[in-house]
């Protein structure tokens, strides 16, 4: 393999003055066209991605995350931190709060401080605004959720998919009157999630598989909106059991809102497996707690990971198109699916904070 050594003989000049024309510095033009033409001559290619990456040593990325509180978060933290100390990039954590206008304060700091890059889960899909970092030329990459019309490499996760094979495992296990408690309205993966477990309810419909008493619109009635937390699962599951008809299952879009929807269950007396319960996105006691539950499984640290591999290849140069990564879901079926009992409805008024899709 040809090295720098061997260029800077051929064209009769130290091995530094080779270094200076590939990485930018001070060198005659006669000299660096020298050094152009052994290089070419040899075959020698420098490493452009190494390269860069000495020059950034030490620097920074910033990652912005909605809720560093949320399981799934920590461990995509944990990808971009394992793949970043590889090139001994620093992360600094930023927690949006799914607020637009905390995460533009942020992405003023990631600009002001000259940051090597940003990797960030948009706090919207219409209103994040990472247009002020694209003109400043500074490398993004967007994870999980991608803002519309970011010209930016993206991470993501086929969330209809894993919405469609929650779905259809309810539907399976014999769940007829099948709820979905999606995030914020307007974020893709809420939206995205929504439209699998709809696509499935649909197609049912249409072969005569659900037909629900009492229910003029199934693909409308059971769906609610909520904010991804703890709260908004309680708020969501607690307006679904007020229903004249209530759901027997509920397929639920994140793991925090599954918590709160599972509190409001058990206070309620409607336990799993008879009242169906499935998380999209998996908790560290999914498989302890009785009836254990039922998941879609997320690859979050591999999200994280590849997302902090391509904004090292954009950081050092790389001018390869736009890419996206879809990566897939994974359906882990235990206990909290195993089987409706037709249950009552609940005689209680809706609560406050749900929103009805």
């Known amino acids: 393999m040809t090295t720098i050594t061997d260029v800077a003989r051929a064209a009769g000049v130290s091995p530094a003055t080779v270094s200076r024309v590939f990485n930018g510095g001070r060198v005659t033009a006669e000299r660096a066209e020298r050094v152009r033409r052994a290089a070419a001559d040899l075959g020698f290619a420098p490493n452009r991605v190494a390269q860069s990456l000495r020059k950034q040593r030490g620097s920074v990325i910033g990652l912005l995350i909605p809720d560093i509180e949320n399981p799934f978060f920590t461990s995509l933290a944990r990808g971009v931190e394992d793949a970043a100390q590889q090139t001994n990039l620093s992360v600094v954590l930023c927690n949006t709060d799914e607020d637009v206008d905390k995460e533009r304060r942020y992405l003023g700091i990631a600009l002001a401080e000259q940051m090597a890059g940003v990797i960030v889960a948009a706090a919207s899909r219409t209103r994040t605004d990472l247009s002020p970092l694209a003109a400043r030329g500074m490398p993004v990459v967007a994870v999980d959720r991608r803002p519309r019309a970011a010209p930016v490499d993206a991470v993501l996760v086929d969330n209809q998919h894993g919405g469609e094979a929650a779905t259809e495992h309810l539907l399976r296990a014999g769940y007829r009157r099948i709820a979905c408690i999606t995030g914020p309205e307007g974020a893709s993966t809420s939206e995205e999630r929504l439209a699998g477990y709809r696509d499935v309810l649909r197609d049912a419909v249409r072969d005569g598989t659900l037909a629900p008493d009492g229910v003029a619109d199934p693909l409308r009635a059971y769906a609610r909106y909520a904010d991804f937390k703890v709260e908004g699962g309680r708020a969501a599951m607690a307006d679904l059991l007020a229903m004249d008809e209530p759901p027997d299952a509920v397929f639920v879009a994140n793991n925090l809102m599954t918590v709160g929807a599972l509190e409001v269950l058990s206070e309620a007396g409607r336990t799993p497996p008879g009242f169906g319960i499935l998380s999209f996105g998996g908790v560290p006691w999914a498989p302890l707690v009785r009836p254990s539950l039922t998941t879609v499984e997320l ?59």
């Open 299 to 357: 690859p979050s640290y591999d999200l994280g990971f590849t997302a902090a591999g391509l904004l090292q290849e954009r950081i050092a140069g790389s001018a390869k198109p736009l890419q996206t990564v879809v990566l897939r879901t994974e359906l882990r079926v235990r206990d909290s699916t195993a089987g409706p009992q037709r249950l009552p409805p609940t005689p209680a008024g809706p609560a406050a904070g749900a929103t009805p899709v």
